[in-house]
C-alpha cells in the first residue's frame, strides 16, 4: 500500500477527536425514519457502515427544529426523540467501539414541502420568494424572515446542538450549503435583504456567524464542529469562488475546526454536488403527487442539468480553499476509487466524506484495506438519492434490485 493510502487507513485527529482513520460517511439523508420517527431503519443502514471500518458515521439531516424539515416524515432535534437517537448512536458504539458518530444540523428556510409547520404558518427564508418545492402542496410562497425569527432561528442551533450533544453525538456538522436556510442568506441570490442580514458578504454571513456561535457557545472548545459549505450556487446570480474562499475564511477565523467544500444548491442547480446521471427519471419513477410529477417532467431537465461524472470533481477548487484556510480540511465530491483517495491524502488534505461509494459499499474501508486491488465501482447513477423520499428509503440499486 502506498504511502497516501496508510495515510487514509490510519489514525488522525479531528480537532480534538480521535478517529481509527481518514474515512468518514457523508450525510446522505436516508430517508429512513418512517413517520419521522428515527428508529431501526436508520439504525440498519448506520450499523453497515460503522460495521464496515468507517471512522465516523454521519445522520443526515438533523433538523434544528421541527420547522427546517423538508418534509413531514423527518425527525426533529427534540426531547421526543431522545430515546432514538440515544439508542441508535448506543447501538452504533456497540458494533464499533472505537467509531464516532456526527450528525449534520440543517434548517430548510425557504425550500420545504411540510405542510404540518407548527411555529410558523409558511415557510420563511431570507426574503420573500418563490417556495418551488412547496408548490406541489400548496404551499408555493415562503415570507421573510423578520429580526425576531432570525433570533429564533439561532436559537434553534443552539438548542439542537445542547441536544445532540447530550444524547451522544461526538461532532456536529453544520450545514452551509445546498440552498438550505443558512445558505439561503449566503447566497446573493436568495438573500436580496436590505438590513444588516443582507447586501455585504458580511452581512450575509452574519446569521451563519451567529449559528456557528451559538453552536460552539453550546458544545464547547473541545467538541468539533465541521461545516459544510458551497463553493458556488452553480447560478449566475448567486454564490461565485471568490465570494466562497472569503466565506471559507469568514468560518475559520469563527473558529469552526474542518470544512467540507461542496457547491451547488438542491433549489437551483443541484447535479454540481451530484454530477453524472441526472436525478430527474429516478425521481419521476417513485413521485406520487400529479402536482410534482407534472413540475418534473417539464422543470425537471432545466433544473437537473447534466454534468458529466468526474471521480474528485471538487478537489482543484476545494485545494485553493486548503491554501487559504487553516482549519482542518475534509474533502468531498467523486472520491470513489482508491487511486482517487490516494490523490486527495497526496494533496494534503486530512479527511475525506464519501457519500455514493459508502452506500454501494458500507465495508469499503476494511474491503480496501485488505485488497489493495478493491474498486469500488459506484456507477453515479444516482437512484439512490432519487429513492429519499420513497419508502424504505435510499439504497444502492445496483446491490439490491428492487
Ligand atoms: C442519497 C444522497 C443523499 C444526500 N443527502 C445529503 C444531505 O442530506 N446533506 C448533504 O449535505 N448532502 C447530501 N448529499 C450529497 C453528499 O453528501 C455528497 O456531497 C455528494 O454525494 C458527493 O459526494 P460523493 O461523490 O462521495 O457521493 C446526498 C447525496 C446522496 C447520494
Not at 480534538?16 to 428508529?39: C, F
Not at 410562497?141 to 461526538?170: H, N, P, Q, W
Not at 475534509?330 to 476509487?337: A, K, P, Q, S
Request: hydrophobic share 35%; aromatic share 8%.
Amino acid at each position: 500500500m502506498s504511502e497516501h493510502l496508510q495515510k487514509a487507513f490510519s489514525p488522525a485527529k479531528l480537532g480534538k477527536l480521535q478517529l481509527k482513520n481518514r474515512i468518514l460517511k457523508a450525510a446522505t439523508y436516508e430517508g429512513k425514519s418512517p413517520d419521522g420517527v428515527p428508529g431501526e431503519l436508520l439504525l440498519d443502514f448506520h450499523r453497515e457502515i460503522v460495521a464496515g471500518g468507517t471512522a465516523m458515521t454521519t445522520i443526515g439531516y438533523c433538523t434544528t427544529e421541527a420547522d427546517g424539515r423538508i418534509n413531514d416524515q423527518m425527525p426533529w432535534m427534540d426531547e421526543q426523540f431522545r430515546p432514538q437517537y440515544t439508542h441508535l448512536i448506543t447501538e452504533l458504539k456497540s458494533v464499533a467501539p472505537d467509531v464516532k458518530v456526527s450528525g449534520q444540523m440543517t434548517h430548510c428556510g425557504n425550500f420545504t414541502k411540510n405542510r404540518k409547520l407548527q411555529r410558523l404558518k409558511r415557510p420563511l427564508g431570507p426574503s420573500r420568494q418563490l417556495n418551488m418545492l412547496g408548490i406541489s402542496a400548496g404551499m408555493p410562497f415562503a415570507g421573510a424572515m423578520k429580526l425576531e425569527d432570525i433570533d429564533y432561528l439561532v436559537k434553534t442551533y443552539r438548542d439542537a446542538a445542547l441536544f445532540m450533544k447530550s444524547v451522544g453525538f461526538d461532532a456536529i456538522e453544520i450545514h452551509f450549503s445546498h440552498g438550505y436556510g443558512l445558505s439561503q442568506f449566503i447566497s446573493p441570490r436568495s438573500n436580496r435583504r436590505t438590513d444588516e442580514y443582507g447586501g455585504s458578504l458580511e452581512n450575509r454571513m452574519r446569521l451563519p456567524l451567529r449559528a456557528l456561535d451559538a453552536v460552539r457557545e453550546a458544545v464547547g472548545d473541545d467538541f468539533p464542529i465541521l461545516g459544510k459549505m458551497g463553493m458556488t450556487d452553480g447560478v449566475r446570480d448567486g454564490l461565485q469562488f471568490d465570494e466562497a474562499i472569503e466565506v471559507a475564511a469568514m468560518l475559520d477565523n469563527a473558529g469552526i475546526d474542518a470544512l467540507i467544500c461542496s457547491g451547488g444548491t438542491s433549489s437551483f442547480n443541484p447535479m454540481v454536488y451530484f454530477r453524472g446521471e441526472t436525478l430527474d427519471k429516478g425521481m419521476l419513477e417513485v413521485e406520487t403527487n400529479p402536482i410534482a410529477r407534472l413540475g418534473l417532467k417539464y422543470y425537471g431537465p432545466r433544473l437537473f442539468r447534466h454534468y458529466p461524472y468526474e471521480e474528485n470533481f471538487f478537489l482543484s477548487d476545494a485545494s485553493k480553499i486548503r491554501d487559504r484556510v487553516n482549519c482542518q480540511m475534509v474533502y468531498i465530491g467523486g472520491c470513489t476509487e482508491l487511486e482517487s483517495l490516494e490523490k486527495v491524502m497526496r494533496e494534503g488534505f486530512d479527511f475525506v466524506q464519501m457519500g455514493r461509494p459508502l452506500v454501494k459499499d458500507p465495508h469499503y474501508v476494511n474491503n480496501a484495506m485488505s485488497n489493495p486491488n478493491y474498486r469500488n465501482n459506484c456507477s453515479h447513477c444516482n437512484k439512490c438519492a432519487s429513492l429519499i423520499e420513497a419508502p424504505g428509503g435510499i439504497r444502492c440499486v445496483e446491490n439490491a434490485p428492487a
